[in-house]
């Protein structure tokens, strides 16, 4: 399998942008990923967030907020800077990177749900650092450049079966070109439509939502399974699941009302969502949540 990991050691000068003096920087020889990671505030002897190169911690001058998320993998160049930024107890400080390559406006993210062991780039049960780079030579391979790969561990999505097309419960998400979208999706591939990974904490009304499922007295027959339909997140609400007569209410990220489905009229306003409506995955249950 071809490898992008090694790069050659070359100097530039980059252009400070807070002051009038340039920087000497060198390219930092390293595996060509990275790993993000938040230390902790600076106001409370932390270093905010950082970016583990090889073993050894650096102050990225250029962390988008995207990218701001626990155990994400970068995939670039990166330019030392000679210069360090003091944080935490090392008087010292950490020594500062650019990221050379981050994606445009029109980068779009997809995902996969892995499995265990019958993915294409073929890592099994391997680290989540191992499978990154085998994601990424897989899809260099293909000529998609990804920028970012972050996994997220949905629970209640893990598929307790033996097989190796069985789904462990971890969602891939990748950064890609828009250009490179059709190449990725014929790879089985999908475009993400929901931007959070948390919706149950990050979107009020679903946060909301569930604390009173947690407070009911019929928790056990309630459900949030998250989709994606007409190119858009969405959200299905069953408060008593199985229920005779029971109403299914599908909402986009604002709460505005999609789709009906059962009561006591048998009504179906979106004839087409079982379909259509992809990418499944169940937020909460109440049979089976601790939280």
């Known amino acids: 399998m071809k490898k992008l990991w090694c790069f050659a050691l070359v100097s530039v000068v980059l252009s400070c942008n807070n002051d009038d003096d340039d920087v000497n920087v060198n390219l930092l020889d390293s595996s060509g990923m990275a790993t993000v990671l938040f230390t902790g505030d600076v106001a409370a002897d932390g270093c905010g967030w950082v970016l583990d190169i090889d073993d050894d911690d650096y102050k990225p001058i250029n962390l988008p907020q995207a990218y701001q998320f626990e155990g994400m993998y970068i995939i670039s160049e990166f330019n030392e800077l000679d210069r360090r930024e003091p944080c935490g107890l090392n008087p010292a400080g950490l020594q500062q990177v650019q990221i050379r390559e981050l994606p445009g406006q029109d980068a779009v993210e997809i995902y996969w749900d892995q499995s265990y ?146 009561g006591t009229d048998g009504r179906n306003t979106c004839p087409d969502f079982e379909e259509e409506a992809t990418g499944a995955l169940r937020l909460w249950d109440g049979a089976e949540s601790n939280d």
């Open 117 to 262: 062991c019958s993915d294409p780039w073929e890592t099994g049960a391997e680290t989540d650092l191992a499978t990154a780079k085998a994601i990424a030579d897989y899809l260099a391979e293909e000529r998609i450049k990804a920028y970012s790969i972050k996994f997220v561990n949905y629970p209640l999505n893990e598929e307790f079966c033996l097989a190796c097309f069985c789904k462990s419960g971890t969602r891939i998400f990748i950064t890609i070109d828009t250009d490179d979208l059709d190449k990725a999706t014929d790879l089985d591939f999908n475009m993400n439509y929901c931007t959070e990974t948390d919706p149950l904490e990050n979107i009020a009304w679903l946060k909301e939502l569930k604390e009173t499922f947690e407070q009911s007295t019929q928790a056990a027959n309630t459900q949030i399974t998250q989709y994606h339909y007409q190119q858009e997140c969405v959200f299905l609400v069953d408060d008593c699941y199985q229920c005779p007569d029971a109403l299914q209410v599908v909402y986009n990220y604002d709460q505005e009302k999609i789709c009906e489905f059962g």
